[in-house]
């Protein structure tokens, strides 16, 4: 049996689950989250828990149930505590400002980088290098910091541009200068 699975999901006080067939809806304190889910998993509500059961011990019911549980446990901490995804910007010259919603960032380019933020996504500023993108649903919190991210990638040489917080960036030696060469 899938250890993740299995495991059942609580509820807290705060939280409506409401299960209508394939539709999941959790509405918590921080906002409102629905998903359909694949038709084969069985998930049912016994008091402040949710299950999550498959049929069968087929190799994707296996896949399936872990996948489920995961996401619906997802939604219920989105709802409740919401996610955060920090970023750092390194370089000389590179940073992040707030411009209205809208995300600024200089990072060395003949221009200014401007990101809209999707409903339901936020970006905090918390100095000029450092910035987060807060958000109630996980997926999109880390699809929003990896587009982020990809407007300049951490190089390996000096380590400038766009990384996570915490993120370990592995630097290359640089160009090795002349040894005994020629004249």
């Not at 699975?5 to 209508?20: N, Q």
Request: aromatic share 4%.
């Amino acid at each position: 049996m899938s250890r993740i699975g299995r495991l059942p999901i609580a509820v807290p006080s705060t939280v409506d689950v409401t299960i209508e067939g394939r539709r999941l809806t959790v509405k918590g304190p921080k906002g409102t989250l629905a998903r359909e889910l694949h038709p084969d998993m069985l998930v049912s509500r016994e008091e402040d828990k949710i299950l999550v059961k498959r049929p069968t011990e087929q190799k994707t019911h296996k896949q399936l149930h872990g996948l489920t549980r995961t996401l619906v446990n997802n939604m219920v901490v989105g709802v409740t505590d919401g996610y955060r995804k920090g970023l750092e910007i390194t370089g000389v010259g590179y940073r992040a400002a707030k411009n209205g919603e809208k995300l600024t960032l200089n990072l060395g380019y003949s221009h200014q980088i401007e990101i809209d933020p999707p409903s339901g996504i936020s970006f905090e500023i918390e100095s000029p290098t450092r910035l987060a993108v807060v958000g109630i649903d996980k997926e999109l919190v880390g699809q929003i910091a990896a587009k982020v991210r990809a407007t300049r990638k951490p190089e390996p040489y000096k380590g400038k541009g766009v990384r996570y917080a915490g993120e370990k960036i592995r630097r290359k030696a640089g160009k090795a200068g002349k040894i005994g060469g020629k004249k």
